[in-house]
């Protein structure tokens, strides 16, 4: 076997960018720093925001709920008025709301306090005792010291579990308070269940402490809900402040970016009233002394140095009206002069214009044109810049005895296309983004003599997009290139259908002015002559 097949493949995972990996640990760490220390210092092992949030749950429950616990104190101190002394059951009511008035006094006190660590602190001490108060008062009353030989195993079972459902409830949002308003009472009635000797008590008893850990359960998980609650809102609080605060940046950035746009469109239109100006001039100059309209040099050589400033001022010049057109059409500021075109003719002339300059080369251009095509409603000029374009980077990057097809035709879906195909040296795939970047320019562009500025390809891909057609770019390296620009079919003006025959037209009669006299004289009655 091979060394290659003993070994086997192993699949690597793609390295970490090693300048956000660091800032991102940095960020956990500092997550879990702030997390150890809010455990430390919240009084439910969580953050101290959320220990004050279910206190003030509890007040809200505890204030919402005042009427229900007020008629079940008095209720059932008439109903143990029967069995009791009356004056020990109106002993024990009036000691119950009092415990209760002082509970919903606290509970608004505190909706009315600061929030603060120690605030928070303090209260939830304090609610666990009041709580533990109003535990001790059910239990007072469940269990007489004197006994209620009268009352029932079952009545007793049936308040016990009506009064630490209620205490469950009430107290779900801090299960210590939960717990102090009901194991006194839980553990008091089982323990007088247990002590009656019988096996029905030992039974009662049992489900007095299952029922007990039933409901603690029950107030644990409504801990559990509420506090899941509170931070998946604190997360999204922060993810709105997040998004807040990357929206302003976001703004002022955009701010920044059309501040900074403005000022490069001052710029290009400054410069390019400032360039063009002496550039017409050198144009204008080196032109006439490239024809030597008024005498001929006293050295051959200026005459050749002249052509060489004519065609070098012509290339900026050119340079100069793509950035313009460039940075016109990435503000918006392009605006298409749309009529009625013809694309095969918009080709051919752009083949016309350039064809002395590939026969210097040595490339021949076939033209394969589909006859009788509607016209196409876009910009002629934009529709000719691309065609130029296109077909001049065939030209500059196609060998010499190279080939170069022009073709126009439809599209499957009734549009229309053209396209340009060469047997140049070909682009590579990873370079395609590259050359239709601004300024991109691909690695045989830059070994080329003929380079430029980049600008021919991305102003071609722009203006097709304002048109609203695609914009495709084929190549292969030694191969060639193929670039098919295709139209909607919204834009091409199909001929209208011929008229349907209308119906034949009747005579038209003509009144006479006899005609108009006799209709205007009155009708006479033959019977009376009138």
């Known amino acids: ?80 008025g029967f069995w009791i002394d009356p004056i020990t059951a109106a002993v024990w009511t009036v000691a119950m709301l009092c415990i209760h008035a002082v509970v919903i006094s606290g ?54 579990l009506l009064v630490v459902a209620v205490s469950s409830m009430l107290a779900a949002s801090l299960p210590i308070a939960a717990l102090a308003a009901t194991v006194p009472v839980t553990c008091a009635i089982a323990l007088n269940f247990a002590l009656g000797g019988t096996l029905d008590g030992y039974v009662l008893a049992a489900l007095t402490v299952a029922a007990e850990a039933c409901f603690a359960l029950l107030s644990h998980r409504l801990h559990s809900t509420t506090l899941a609650t509170l931070e ?14 990357s929206k302003a940046i976001s703004d002022e950035a955009r701010h920044r970016a059309e501040a900074a746009n403005v000022a490069k469109s001052r710029f290009l239109a400054q410069m390019s009233h400032e360039l063009r100006t002496p550039l017409n001039a050198i144009l204008g100059f080196s ?4 024809s030597e309209i008024f005498g001929g040099h006293a050295v051959p050589v200026y005459k050749d140095y002249s052509g060489d400033i004519h065609n070098s001022g012509v290339h900026l010049l050119n340079l100069i009206n793509e950035i313009l057109d460039l940075s016109r059409i990435e503000a918006g500021r392009y605006e298409l002069n749309e009529e009625a075109i013809s694309l095969v003719h918009v080709v051919s002339d ?70 340009v195909k060469d047997t140049g040296s070909g682009i590579p795939e990873e370079e395609i983004p590259i050359v239709l970047a601004s300024f991109g320019q691909g690695s045989n562009s830059i070994k080329s003599a003929e380079q430029g500025a980049g600008l021919g390809l991305p102003i071609a891909k722009s203006l097709v997009d304002m048109h609203g057609g695609t914009f495709t770019l084929k190549s292969k390296l030694r191969i060639g290139t193929e670039v098919i620009v ?9 001929a209208l259908a011929p008229m349907a025959d209308e119906a034949p037209l009747q005579p038209i009669l003509v009144e006479t002015d006899e005609r108009k006299r006799a209709r205007s004289k009155p009708i006479m009655n033959a019977g009376t002559g009138l």
Not at 55 to 79: C, N
Not at 233 to 242: H, N, P, S
Not at 360 to 381: A, K, N, Y
């Open 107 to 160: 509970c608004k006190r505190f909706m009315h306090e600061p929030v603060s660590p120690q605030t928070t602190r303090s209260w939830h001490r304090r609610f666990v005792i009041l709580d533990l108060f109003y535990g001790l008062g059910w239990t007072s009353i469940l269990v007489h010291p004197l006994g209620l030989t009268t009352v029932s195993n079952t009545l007793l079972m049936f308040l016990m």
């Open 287 to 290: 032109e006439v002394m490239k």
């Open 1 to 80: 076997m091979s060394e290659s097949a003993e070994k086997p493949e192993v699949f690597q995972l793609p390295a970490e960018d090693p300048v956000v990996a660091p800032a991102r640990n940095r960020r956990a760490a500092a997550q879990r720093v702030r997390e150890a220390r809010d455990r430390l210092t919240s009084t439910s092992g969580t953050r101290p925001a959320f220990d004050h949030e279910l206190i003030r749950q509890y007040a809200q429950t505890r204030l919402s709920a005042s009427f229900v616990i007020m008629l079940l104190v008095i209720v059932t101190g008439a109903l143990f």
């Open 486 to 494: 295709t139209f909607p079919p919204e834009r091409v003006m199909s």
């Open 350 to 419: 752009c083949h016309h214009l350039l064809k002395l300059r590939a026969s210097s080369r040595g490339i021949t251009i076939h033209e394969v044109f589909e006859q009788d095509m509607p016209r196409l409603w876009g910009d002629e000029r934009a529709v000719r810049q691309v065609v130029l374009n296109l077909l001049s980077n065939s030209i500059k990057f196609t060998p010499q005895g190279g080939e170069i097809w022009l073709k126009v035709g439809w599209t499957a879906s009734g549009g229309q296309y053209l396209s």
């Open 232 to 245: 998946a809102r604190a997360e999204k609080d922060a993810l709105i402040g997040e998004l807040e605060q």
